[in-house]
């Protein structure tokens, strides 16, 4: 078995100290972190996820495996964040109102400071009134809002509409989010993962 697949079997058995070492390992080898992340640790969060739609896993083991792909992310995010220090632009990231899902959002901050913007990471469950907030403290250039669930995807929509009166640029995305929702709901950019959301980050800044 490949380190890779080592390390996506540990973050499917939860196992946070294995996926750690195993981490550490691939970095000590010389492997890109983001390939670690690409290659090792999503893998294994999207069987997971397989499993957890087929009601074959429950909550709590979701969670387990969670907290394990955390384990590796932390390794790596350093690295990701030393990659590039100049200041791009500020990000304001949230996962939307009603919704708990960090995992992507994370992904998605960590990849952005890696590309070298400051990156304002103001949680979860965040009402569109705390992203208004947000802006009018830390004037950024993009907002990003992250929904996992259809039932909070709608919460895009109403922080956009709230949104409408600064000058920022929003960028959405997440597993329902598609760029046809993107556009209904005048989002500026719609990103399917967290190495897309960098190259939109870059074109929403240039235009
Ligand atoms: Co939840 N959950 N969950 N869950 N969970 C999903 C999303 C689900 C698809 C599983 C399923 O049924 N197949 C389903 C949603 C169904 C739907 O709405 N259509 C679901 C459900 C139903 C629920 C609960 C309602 C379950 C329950 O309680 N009965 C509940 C809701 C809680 C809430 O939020 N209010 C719930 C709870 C949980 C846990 C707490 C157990 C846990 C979250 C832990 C955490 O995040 N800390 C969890 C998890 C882990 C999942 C799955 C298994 C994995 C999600 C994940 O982390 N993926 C998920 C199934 C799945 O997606 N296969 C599922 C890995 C991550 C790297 O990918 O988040 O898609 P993702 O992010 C990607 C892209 O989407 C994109 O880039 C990322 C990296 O490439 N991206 C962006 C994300 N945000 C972006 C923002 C951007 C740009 C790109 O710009 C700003």
Known sequence: ?????????????????????????????????????????????????????????????????????????????????????????????????????????????????GAGYKVIDIGIDVAPEQFVKAVEENKPQIVGLSALLTTTMINMRNTIDLLKSYPVKVMVGGAPVTEKYAQEIGAHAYAADAASAVDRANELVAS
């Open 1 to 113: 078995m490949s380190l890779f697949q080592e390390m996506s079997e540990a973050v499917i058995s939860g196992s946070a100290k294995k996926v750690k070492e195993l981490s550490e390992q691939a970095l000590a080898q010389g492997n890109d972190p983001q390939n670690i992340i690409n290659d090792g640790l999503i893998p294994g969060m999207n069987i997971v996820g397989a499993r957890f739609k087929a009601n074959e896993i429950y909550v709590p083991e979701v969670l387990i495996s969670a907290r394990a792909m955390h384990a590796g992310l932390n390794v790596v995010k350093p690295l990701l964040s030393a990659a590039d220090t100049t200041n791009k632009g500020t990000v304001v990231v949230g996962t939307v109102k009603g919704d708990l899902h960090d995992i992507g959002k994370n992904l998605v901050c960590m990849m952005l400071e």
